[in-house]
């Protein structure tokens, strides 16, 4: 079965094919990055028009580039939310236009079901049950994973987001959107930590797997401020020390998460999942102790189409084994910008 994918949550435009036998077939994606950098942000209109002109563009690409047909596709997989609306819009009209068109079923997927799943694109995949940390612009949460859409929340941030953490951080230090990549690349200066440059460990031992960022950000924002004219060094030194502070916390968390379910295998995705510190320290602490880490590519950590494809096809192949009807669809649609990922069922 030949599933094809559209993602359009958020400020990247992304198309896949996933054959149920064969795999991903290929992937495109259109990132809005430049065009936001100038607002420091996503600007939600500007967003939903840009997905508008590449949504069809990307899909004959990705077509193209598996050697295959629209008359190939078995079944079309969509980003319902959350995400932004307008944006949301985009990829599902398409999604159930395409799919009325040709008369296959449409299969509605959650985003973060999509981040969930994506390592499980890479070779040798964990089986389940595992523990996920996943770690976006908009979540961190680590879950435990039964299976396909059984999700158990074991921990959730209080405040913000690991990602949007990230991205605040940044924007205090200067630097553009989206915050994560340049703050990273700015810690890579510095070998070894400053330690007059100190920032808290928020909820390190708080006993239970929440997470809280938002101090840590206050905190970076008085050291800001304590440093008026501050050099690039004390800058890097700044980044270098809030990238320790939330990789610690968040390998602490995933060990306890771990230890507290008895489970053996970790998969960490979303965005944050992109970052090498966090990466290279987790699996160090993990490997020490007999636990199996997993990511996806670093590329598939970021939004993608791939992961939605993928989820479709994981979908499909559960409601088949459950000889559930998909030829009686119907091809309205609506989106759901804000949705939580415990309300998924199995299909
Ligand atoms: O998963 P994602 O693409 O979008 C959401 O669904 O939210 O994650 C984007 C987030 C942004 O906050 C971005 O700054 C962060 O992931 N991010 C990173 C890195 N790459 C992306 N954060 C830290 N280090 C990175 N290398
Ligand atoms: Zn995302």
């Not at 996503?42 to 047909?69: F, N, Y």
């Not at 990829?91 to 009325?100: E, M, N, R, W």
């Not at 694109?121 to 595992?130: Q, T």
């Not at 209080?158 to 990230?166: I, K, P, S």
Request: aromatic share 6%; with cysteine.
């Amino acid at each position: 079965m030949l599933v094809l994918g559209i993602e359009s949550s958020c400020d990247e435009t992304g198309v896949a094919l996933y054959d149920t036998s064969a795999g991903l077939l290929s992937h495109t994606l259109h990132s809005q990055v430049d065009m936001h950098a100038d607002y420091g942000g996503v600007v939600p209109e500007l967003a939903s028009r840009d997905h508008i002109r590449r949504v069809l563009p990307l899909t004959q690409a990705a077509l193209d580039k598996a050697g295959m047909t629209l008359k190939d596709v078995d079944a079309i997989a969509y980003t319902q939310g959350p995400g932004l609306a307008g944006a949301l819009l985009v990829g599902t009209s398409i999604a159930q236009s395409l799919a009325f068109a040709l008369g296959v079923p449409s299969i509605a997927i959650h985003h973060l079901e999509g981040h969930l799943l994506a390592p499980l694109l890479e070779e040798n995949p964990p089986a389940f049950p595992f523990v996920a940390l996943l770690v976006s612009g908009g979540h961190s949460q680590l879950m435990r994973v039964d299976g396909i859409g059984q999700y158990q929340l074991l921990g959730d941030t209080l405040d913000d987001a690991a990602g949007e953490a990230f991205d605040k951080t940044a924007k205090l230090l200067g630097l553009g959107y989206p915050g994560g990549p340049q703050l990273a690349k700015l810690a890579s200066q510095v070998k070894q930590g400053n330690p007059q440059i100190k920032l808290p460990r928020p909820m390190l031992h708080s006993g239970d797997l929440d997470f809280s960022f938002s101090g840590l950000k206050t905190a970076v924002l008085t050291l800001v401020n304590a440093h008026p004219n501050m050099s690039e060094t004390t800058r890097a030194e700044i980044a270098w020390e809030f990238q320790e502070s939330v990789t610690e916390i968040l390998t602490a968390k995933c060990l306890a998460a771990l230890k507290q379910t008895k489970l053996k295998n970790l998969i960490v995705s979303g965005g944050v999942g992109a970052n090498l510190r966090l990466r290279e320290r987790l699996s160090q602490e993990a490997q020490q102790r007999g636990f199996g880490v997993r990511y996806p590519r670093l590329e598939f950590c970021t939004d993608n189409g791939a992961m939605i494809a993928f989820a479709g096809a994981l979908r499909l192949e559960t409601m088949r084994l459950k000889a559930k009807q998909m030829d009686t669809q119907d091809y309205g649609f609506s989106v759901r910008p804000r949705w939580d990922l415990a309300e998924l069922q199995a299909s």
